[in-house]
């Protein structure tokens, strides 16, 4: 039998410290949310119309394609934040982030939301069926895993356009209904994740399929119309992969994965996850909104994202030397992703 995340000593001194502080970390500021997403969205929309209007091959489009990838990438990032609000909390923002961001880079978070929650779920975390756990597809220092790893950066924006583009023909037969919302509804590399549906869920997917269709359709059907030059679909392409590629190499280095796929109890799923304090380049490229602290995060999933570092620090300043929490900081992105990419590793005792 598992203990419980509260039968572990230095976790529960964890706990309390939290507790015990003079600051509320829970509580959500909706200026924040709120600035830090119409921030991302000017800047990363007013990149990308340079980028897209600016001639071939210009130094123009040549600046702004990074700057477009990086604030698309961070503007994308906020569908973590908007998973982890509570049912009911800032409706307004969910709505805003999935009309003006979600729907148009057809990353909406119904098709989010849910596996992630089972990534954060002890049932999951570490399993086949932990859609976020990247061992799930790559194997360290297995250079065919990793080629296939690249191979399916570069085809997953293929494959979530199609899945919207063709998302009216799901609705041909009730069999192929089922497995795509199953199988094709949830933003993950892992093939084998198969989603867990209740009726909100298939309510929601229905809401966002629509307008995702119609965003899906419309990039084809204004080429078609000679409104965009044929060049607007593999500049779209570029920068979906540019996205995509930023997000896998955070992914890289949440997590040790050291599992071995059978399940662990909450300190293994603890010490299998990562902080990084430090500024390095690298980290606060791949590290948007202060998901750097990620160990925090699984500890404390309802804790908003602005309150991490000052959580951290407050625990760093409270907790004895010797706690395991502290061990958790990792130098930075780097000193984790190459073991993740290049090196075999040791696997955590699980729970049967």
Known sequence: MQPSDDSVAWIRHVRQAIRDADTDFFAVS?????????????????????????????????????????????????????????????????????????????????????HHRDHHSQRFYGTPEDPEYVANVVTGGDPASLAAYAAYVAVFPVLVFLRFLLAPLTWLHPGLREWTLRHASALTFNRLYERKLTPADRRAILAVEIPCFLRAALIPALVLLGINDWTRIPQLYALAVAT?????????????????????????????????????????????????????????????????????????????????????????WWSVASRTLFVTPARLPTSR
């Open 30 to 114: 909706p200026v924040r949310y709120w600035t830090d997403f119409l921030v991302s969205l000017v800047a990363a929309y007013a990149a990308t119309g340079v980028y897209l209007a600016a001639p071939s091959g210009s130094w123009r489009q040549l600046i702004a394609f990074p700057l477009a990838a990086f604030w698309l990438y961070r503007l994308g990032s906020l569908i973590h934040e908007v998973c982890h609000l509570g049912e009911h909390e800032m409706p307004v923002f969910k709505a805003a982030w999935n009309m003006l961001a979600g729907v148009m880079m057809l990353t909406p978070s119904p098709f989010f939301t849910r």
């Open 244 to 332: 995509v590629m930023l997000n896998q190499m955070r992914q890289l280095a949440d997590h040790h994965f050291e599992g071995d796929g059978g399940r662990v109890d909450m300190e293994s799923h603890i010490l299998d996850s990562c902080n990084f304090t430090r500024n390095d380049p690298l980290t606060l490229l791949f590290f948007p909104f202060s998901i750097r602290f990620h160990a925090l995060h699984h500890l404390f999933p309802s804790m908003p994202y602005h309150h991490l570092a000052a959580a951290h620090a407050h625990l760093a300043a409270t907790l004895p030397a010797d706690s395991p929490y502290l061990s958790l900081d990792r130098p930075g």
